[in-house]
């Protein structure tokens, strides 16, 4: 069985820093596109970032573009954000998520296939 465990979110002020991690059981996170999304409240869900199975190419949406950035280690299985420069409106339950197709990276929520349970972040203004 295919699971995901996000972890990391926590309560940070603006302008600080954090490490999300999503680690895997029951599959190789080097061979499929893994990505980010959050869900803010009263709001519907909103792809954050990407990281594609093949070359590793990465994808950011344009509101986290340049602060956050999206690494694996294929050792731990574990795939990372690093938030920077957070902003209370970054404040969202953060999702990790897959997508068994090895077509690059799709940047659609409905093609993933397994998510993780969400780790919560709160940017305090």
């Known amino acids: 069985e295919v699971q995901l465990q996000a972890s990391g979110g926590g309560l940070v002020q603006a302008g600080g820093s954090l490490r999300l991690s999503c680690a895997a059981s029951?599959?190789?996170?080097?061979?499929?596109?893994i990505g980010w999304f959050r869900r803010a409240p009263g709001k519907g869900r909103e792809g954050v970032s990407n990281i594609s199975s093949k070359d590793g190419s990465t994808f950011y949406s344009d509101s986290v573009k340049a602060r956050f950035t999206i690494a694996r280690n294929s050792a731990k299985n574990t795939v990372f954000l690093d938030m920077n420069s957070l902003k209370p409106e970054d404040t969202s339950i953060y999702y990790c998520?897959?997508?068994?197709?090895?077509?690059?990276?799709?940047?659609?929520?409905?093609?993933?296939?397994?998510w993780g349970q969400g780790t919560l972040v709160t940017v305090s203004s």
């Open positions: 998520a897959v997508d068994f197709q090895p077509l690059g990276i799709r940047t659609d929520p409905a093609a993933y296939n397994v």
């Open positions: 029951g599959l190789g996170f080097e061979d499929h596109a």
